[in-house]
């Protein structure tokens, strides 16, 4: 059988990668000197629990492509017969030349690397649907296909309460629009070509929120999957209940650490699936 794995900005759920058995790897999250290994020893609240805390702004650091080549070597042993790994956009991030490194390095099995040009759960979108191709019994070349297939038919759609997060990790690409005195604006972003992208700006966060529903609404019936992303957002029920009146969801994914780091707390928005038809 072919394994998929992917990376922990994936914010895919426990229990969902635990079902599909997708393999995590995971980022490293530091404050100061303190570090910390991503969904091993800093879930998703402890690290919002942590920024509130701390006096230290957070930093990410990508996988060794020896950490990735010890998970596939281990796929190996427990039976796979190749492993497609889905990995967080290559413009954000030297996670997915580590992987294509340690693919390169693996003689075990075959190993495919797929570039998300994503984040988050349109990341994690990409790697459920190369984890159903694979659980049907499809070959390394056809889950690598799967994934591809819905790469350009997922995204997200979040607001920010800040942009100095994103501003101080270097993470802005075009949002750069939004700078010289507007980090009080409430910025709302997506992920355009693999970057960071600015897709609006207004004043007070109920305008947010409401600008994300009209965004939802207009998606409507294309939408085959949504997830609400939350980081550590206290309207986050309000927001489920309303965009659940547009398009029925249950699935609520906590934004973890490595996008939590360049997002800042409170960030609430959500990722999306398009229908193939």
């Avoid at 497609?84 to 099995?109: G, K, P």
């Avoid at 270097?170 to 897709?199: E, S, Y």
Wanted: proline residues 4%.
């Amino acid at each position: 059988m072919i394994r998929v794995a992917t990376d922990s900005s994936c914010d895919l759920p426990d229990e969902l990668a635990a079902t599909h058995g997708i393999e995590i790897v995971p980022l490293t999250i530091r404050f100061g000197d303190r570090e910390f290994t991503d969904r091993i020893d800093l879930t998703a609240e402890g690290f919002w629990d942590e920024l509130k805390m701390s006096s230290d702004l957070p930093e990410t650091s990508a996988p060794s492509a020896g950490d990735f080549r010890e998970r596939f070597n281990c796929l190996a042993e427990d039976g796979a017969d190749g492993v497609v790994t889905v990995c967080l956009s290559s413009s954000l991030s030297a996670t997915y030349q580590a992987a294509v490194i340690a693919a390169e390095q693996t003689d075990a099995i075959p190993v495919k690397v797929v570039d998300s040009r994503n984040v988050s759960m349109a990341l994690g979108f990409q790697v459920l649907e190369a984890a159903r191709a694979a659980a049907r019994g499809a070959g390394l070349e056809q889950v690598e296909a799967a994934a591809l297939a819905s790469r350009d038919r997922t995204n997200f759609i979040a607001a920010l309460d800040t942009l100095e997060y994103l501003q101080r990790g270097g993470r802005i690409g075009t949002t750069q629009a939004f700078l010289g005195g507007l980090l009080n604006i409430k910025p709302l972003i997506t992920m355009d070509n693999g970057v960071v992208a600015a897709v609006g700006r207004v004043r007070t966060r109920s305008r947010a929120l409401a600008t994300l529903l009209e965004r939802a609404d207009s998606l409507g019936s294309a939408i085959e999957e949504v997830a609400i992303l939350t980081g550590d957002s206290p309207d986050v029920e309000e927001f489920r209940q309303q965009i659940s009146t547009l398009i029925p969801t249950h699935l609520i994914a906590g934004i973890g650490p490595v996008v939590g780091t360049h997002s800042g707390p409170g960030v609430l928005g959500f990722a999306y699936h398009l229908s193939a038809h």
